[in-house]
């Protein structure tokens, strides 16, 4: 746990301006792009102010906002998205002055697993909703199951294939969280149904819109509009698995757009090439990773393929602390070309997930992966690596 | 620490015979290879009787023996070189028995590490003497003084630039490491100068040896002599990037060797293109990993490079227990192609080196490297990963 909130700002107006001579303006809100004026509309938060900024070169990096479902009782109080550290902070001011007993949690994602996590840890009863088969999605539904299970070893209670269908309040709280199947009585409702990219400004000035309504960029970060630019969780980028524009909302991406932008609008130049749809989360002391493309992604684009799935540990068998590893490989059909894979296991199971993306970037085959020397000692593996095992597993089924 | 021996045993001769009806005779010793007759002559070394066993098909898997430097002293009591199972149990059964004082490691390469770690845990006053600059010479030297700052942190006394001269004894026993500068009073030595392959008995039988006395081998693992086949310490393998066959006893090395000499005896295909050099070990808390070139290697094979040095920590910076971690890449000056990588770093350093030994496979260069998507989360690394961030301070340099 970080005691200190302060410790998760990355920079302070005052750094940037210090350190790189930017002048970054909090509490200052866009209200509208002029792009023919090329200038900006800007609201002071703090004293109401409305100006105009020009502008030459713009970057948009807006972000994106929590999904708010579209039910009854959505806008009661005790109802909380978490994408920002600010909302971050009222969950934990919730929890701290309120001292509620129960949490539901609407949706089985990263940030629901995070924050089941952080409430257990807090003592709250959590119960967590999740309308598909298992939680964490962008995981096969068997390697998901594993997900499940440690949910439900934590004391999370598990509410799979349920829809969320209102909420109960009273007085402007709310009271109970409503499924498609039972009434679940809460003080306490965290959104962890997804993002969707913050794109109105973006939009209503006419700067054009892809994937999820996510702004459109070429691997310059460039929009369609000269000196538009975007990057973040607002912009789209390049999916090199699925061979096609793709939105997804993680900082380390996000970090790369903003370089690559930065770079470019700079006068220097830098692309990014695209993601292969790493993702890392822990549920308590179970690690969770993924990469490229699951199941229903490879059979969506018409693949054929070949799985390998494999149980082993984390360390050698005798040594102590080594803990179990399940480890699912996806690799093309005939070429053996690696599609993806998955990892749900003990403490050091997760960032081997790093391996597998490597290895999806320089688009290696289960032929060369058998192959790979990865490195090998008691305190770190098995002296076959499980993801050799799991490679050996699917090649013979090419 | 691992209080049971027989964890430690892999497979049991009873195991064999059950689950691979493979005949595996312990207390053979095969005394002779006869290539003529297609022949073994083999002792049994509970009995002392002596038969000769023919063969169709031979496979040498002799593995390798431990250094032992021509010194006076050198076959005194108390000193014990640890390269089998049994090395390892006779040394814990001084330990425990003798409840000596004070040992004296010779050599600071992986056993060297790994002995002096038992060692400190166990309470003895631990010296180790390496005759190179810094401890782990398969690091480059500023990498290598991380290593030996965190042996001198965990109480080892550490005598660097000396070189073993020889042992003082008394009455057949040990009593002193003598070096090119001091005497080290003590009540065990621990050899850890490395090892050779054990192959005088192929030598014997004339069957061509390489690199370092190693048996030459193909990517079949066949030897120069029809239906003769060698895997593991005793053999060479291929340096992928030094592009020369080389000598190395690794464990997980030698099962890759074994599995392809398994398949082609029993009439299947199978090749073991290489390695990359990869190796990890530790000292206590300190984890350390390196794979591909050195620089001194690159610069014996005349390539131009440049490197990438950085420190980081191995989890997002404000999470609990992050720790440092120190990464280093060498590339390829001109090509970006990447050469090498050296880690050493608190828990959870040393397994991404297997990013750098996947990387060095699939050829990659600094500019593919930049934007890998490694996995990100708070628990498990900063936004930026490590290797990313040595990565982007290399590629200035090109």
Not at 185 to 192: E, K, N, R
Not at 239 to 265: C, D, S
Request: glycine residues 10%; aromatic residues 4%; hydrophobic residues 40%.
């Amino acid at each position: 746990m970080v005691d200190d909130a302060e410790k998760l700002i990355a920079r302070t107006p005052e750094t940037f301006k210090e350190k790189q001579n930017i002048d970054a303006r909090i509490l200052h809100e866009v209200r509208e792009i002029d792009l023919k004026q090329r200038r900006l509309r800007v609201k002071k938060t703090d004293t109401g102010q409305t100006t105009w900024e020009p502008f030459e070169q713009l970057l948009v990096s807006t972000g994106s906002i929590s999904i708010r479902p579209d039910v009854p009782g959505i806008d009661a109080k005790g109802i909380y998205g978490v994408n920002t550290l600010q909302s971050g902070l009222n969950v934990r001011r919730v929890v701290d002055e309120q001292q509620p007993q129960k949490a539901v949690i609407i949706g089985g994602g990263y940030i629901g697993l995070e924050m089941a996590e952080a409430l257990i840890m807090r003592k709250l009863e959590v119960s967590l909703v999740e309308r598909s088969e298992q939680v964490m999605n962008t995981l096969d539904s068997d390697m998901g199951e594993l997900v499940s299970e440690a949910l439900m070893k934590v004391g999370v209670k598990l509410y799979r294939n349920e829809s969320l269908t209102a909420f109960e309040t009273d007085n402007g709280s709310v009271q109970a969280v409503v499924t498609d199947q039972r009434t679940l009585p809460t003080d306490l409702v965290i959104l962890g149904m997804g993002v969707q990219p913050n794109t109105g400004l973006a939009q209503d000035a006419g700067i054009p819109l892809g994937v999820k309504g996510a702004i459109k960029v070429n691997d310059l970060m460039q929009t369609e509009i000269e000196g538009i630019w975007a990057a973040g969780d607002c912009a789209e980028c390049y999916h090199l698995m699925r061979r096609q524009p793709f939105h997804i909302a993680l900082g380390t991406v996000a970090n790369k757009m903003g370089r690559v932008a930065g770079i470019n609008i700079g006068g220097g130049y830098a692309t990014f090439p695209g993601i292969v749809g790493t993702a890392v989360s822990k549920i308590c002391d179970v690690e969770v990773a993924r990469t490229g493309l699951q199941e229903k992604e490879v059979q969506d684009l018409g693949l054929q393929y070949v799985t390998g799935k494999i149980e082993s540990s984390t360390r050698a068998g005798y040594y102590p602390d080594s803990g179990r590893i399940h480890v699912k490989l996806l690799a093309e059909k005939g070429t053996g070309r690696l599609l993806g894979g998955q990892i749900v296991g003990k403490e050091g199971a997760a960032k081997r997930i790093d391996v597998l993306a490597t290895a999806l970037h320089a688009e290696l085959t289960l032929d060369a992966m058998i192959n790979l020397d990865l490195s090998y000692a008691p305190p770190y593996s098995p002296v076959w690596d499980p993801i050799i095992i799991a490679a050996r597993v699917a090649v013979k089924k090419l």
